[in-house]
């Protein structure tokens, strides 16, 4: 087995008394593609929402090469290695594909640095550089806001690339994406996931076959079963409350 | 160039500005319009007008540096501060304090009543306070004043606004939270008569360091120095405004809760470019005391801050230019209407705050932006080269 990255134990949290994640215990691997499929309610974005910060556990422990995410702010968790794509593309809409791709630069985040930041030889070299692997290299100077959908989320997964996290949390990557867009995203995937750890939540059944190594479902906040796809498909349970239908 | 094509800042035109010659274009007038106003304001306008007209548009240029700070703040930070006029209050107040003092110096009559310690100004003896207050007394160095006038309000701004934006106190909540502390500055100085000089403010300074601020020379030489220092601003917006700090502003404004995503603490950033406005305002209030001779809290209540949030918004509230002159130009009418239509002031004001966001959500910049736009479609179209 290789080392984990981020292990996820006895996590709970409660809305007004409703557990959207009940006592989980979630294990990442390093170099894992790991996925998270389960029906609506399940709490597969709530668990991504308090890996990366967004939501704070009521009880649990979130480990991350030794650091303890639960006791941290959003961007001191970013900062320590961990990327965030939301389900809904979120990039920088008054900017353009470049400045978006360039406040994604892991470096200078503080207000001085910012200030008298230089877009050097090498941060010019990585943008381009992620531009096509993105597919938007012939769209640098366009304003985000002008994107299509999919070429949102392309840019989204272009700025985590950016950042170059060693754990990386996708929500629904290829939602809303055409069957074309799907297959790019698919090979882009595999990809990113090269060198590091990747968690994608995905209900697309034919699309976590093609990448995943690990699948993980979530049923009503509790983990229902874990394993391999092809074990997980063939689980009675599992077939019983998502896959069945 | 070492860069790559950066398109404009300014919100609407770099729409049109994704050919190379489109940004080129755009950068160039954003380059000119710089140095449009150092004409319009170095030699046209002194060239004009009298010393009168000279000193009032002085006046209106100092409430310009609240102006350029809001498009900072407001335009691209987000955070629409209701309380310019504290800051502004502020550098007005600490100047007054310093000129008060050295008036006071070579008054013999507040010697004689300052007792053994240092001389007491005029209206503190008036309410029976004859020891100068150990806040008021450093004011009496300039080399005390000066800096104080640039760090106490940029500290204030950045400690009150790191406090609130670290709790997520933002947007109407934080404007609310600034239009209160605008008007507890007024309640305060209107009510502490003594140690303030209340709702008169802080009246008869002829000198400053030494020499006399009210002949035609020093209302010249004033005037340029505000001008300076104005356009020093603006270039100082520029400068932030085109680095990644300006993006990041950008991206704050839009999506404050990705940008924590991005690894940046949306609190500093604010409470930086809040700060920065505050120092603008400090540096504005210091220069229309010394022009107009007095401080007061009309000056720093919330009538005066809303009317700094009207000045960047009609200019255009994206345009570090377009505060300037529109603040000249509410200004001039505010002269105008309220010399020729007394309380017909307010009624203006109060519309000009609907319509222009409804009507010119961008000002004065956006029409100029869009007549642009406009002619550089047409002229694409005549060379058969639609984008």
Redesign the interface.
């Known amino acids: 087995m290789r080392p984990m990255i981020l292990a996820v134990e006895d996590l709970t949290v409660s809305f007004d008394g409703f557990k959207a994640v009940d006592g989980l215990n979630f294990y990442v691997e390093e170099n894992e593609l790991h996925v998270v499929i389960g029906p609506n309610g399940a709490g597969k974005t709530t668990l991504l929402d308090m890996i990366c910060g967004k939501t704070k556990p009521t009880s649990g422990r979130i480990e991350f090469k030794g650091l303890y995410l639960e006791k941290m702010l959003e961007y001191q968790i970013t900062r320590a290695g961990v990327g965030r794509k939301f389900q809904n593309p979120m990039v920088y809409e008054d900017l353009t594909v470049t400045e978006n791709l360039e406040i994604s630069y892991p470096k200078k985040r503080d207000v001085i640095g910012c200030l008298f930041f230089n877009r050097s030889e090498a941060v010019r070299d990585e943008i381009n550089r992620i531009a096509a692997m993105i597919f938007l290299d012939d769209q640098l100077e366009r304003k985000a806001a002008l994107l299509s959908h999919g070429q949102k989320q392309w840019l989204e997964i272009g700025m985590l690339l950016m950042q170059d996290p060693e754990l990386l949390l996708l929500d629904e990557p290829v939602a809303g994406m055409s069957a074309k867009e799907r297959e790019l995203t698919g090979v882009l995937l595999r990809k990113i996931a090269e060198g590091r750890s990747v968690v994608v939540i995905e209900h697309d059944m034919e699309f976590v076959k093609s990448v995943a190594h690990k699948v993980t479902v979530l049923h009503q906040g509790k983990k229902l079963a874990e394993g391999r796809m092809d074990e997980v498909q063939n689980d009675p349970r599992v077939i019983e409350v998502y896959l069945g239908h | 160039m ?6 404009s800042t300014r ?1 609407g035109a ?2 049109a500005a ?1 050919s190379p010659t489109g ?1 080129r274009g755009a950068l160039l007038l954003d380059k000119y319009s710089v140095l449009i106003l150092a004409l319009l304001l170095l030699i046209a306008i002194p060239a004009l007008t009298g010393a009168f007209r000279l000193g009032l548009f002085a006046k209106y240029l100092s409430f310009a540096f609240c102006a350029v700070g809001l498009v900072l703040t407001w335009g691209y930070g987000g955070i629409l501060s209701l309380g310019q006029g504290i800051f502004f209050g502020l550098g007005s107040y600490m100047m007054a304090m310093y000129m008060k003092l050295e008036a006071s110096s070579n008054d013999p009559a507040a010697a004689v009543f300052g007792g053994s310690g240092p001389p007491v100004p005029d209206f503190m003896t008036w309410n029976s306070i004859d020891k100068l207050p150990w806040w008021w007394a450093p004011f009496e160095h300039g080399w005390f004043a000066l800096p104080a006038i640039l760090i106490i309000p940029t500290l204030i701004a950045f400690v009150l606004g790191y406090a609130n934006f670290r709790k997520r106190v933002g947007g109407v909540y934080f404007s609310i939270v600034t239009l209160a502390l605008a008007s507890i500055m007024s309640i305060v100085i209107i009510g502490q008569q003594g140690y303030t000089g209340g709702v008169n403010g802080i009246t008869n300074l002829p000198t400053f360091m030494g020499y006399s601020v009210q002949s035609n020379t020093a209302t010249l030489i004033m005037y340029y120095v505000t001008c300076v220092l104005l356009l020093c601003a603006v270039l100082a917006g520029r ?2 405004l085109k ?3 300006g ?2 502003l ?2 704050i ?3 404050e ?9 949306p609190a ?2 604010k409470g ?1 470019i809040f700060a920065v406005a505050a120092l603008f305002s400090a540096v504005g209030g210091a220069m229309f005391t010394l022009q107009v001779g007095f401080a007061s809290p009309s000056v720093c209540g919330i009538v005066p801050s809303i009317e700094m949030v009207i000045y960047a918004a009609v200019g255009g509230r994206l345009s570090l230019v377009g505060a300037v002159y529109g603040t000249v130009i509410v200004g001039a009418a505010k002269s105008f209407l309220s010399e020729n239509f007394v309380g017909f002031w307010v009624y203006f004001i109060g519309a000009l705050f609907i319509f222009v966001p409804m009507f010119l959500p961008k000002g004065l910049a956006g029409v100029i932006d869009w007549l642009r736009i406009r002619g550089q479609v047409r002229q694409d179209k005549n060379h058969g080269g639609a984008q």
Not at chain 2, 2 to 7: N, V, Y
Not at chain 2, 257 to 265: M, T
């Open positions: 070492k860069d790559l094509p950066l398109t919100g770099s729409n994704t940004w400068f932030i680095s990644r700090l993006k990041v950008i991206a404004r839009d999506r809760d990705r940008i924590r995503f991005s690894g940046y603490d500093l950033f930086f």
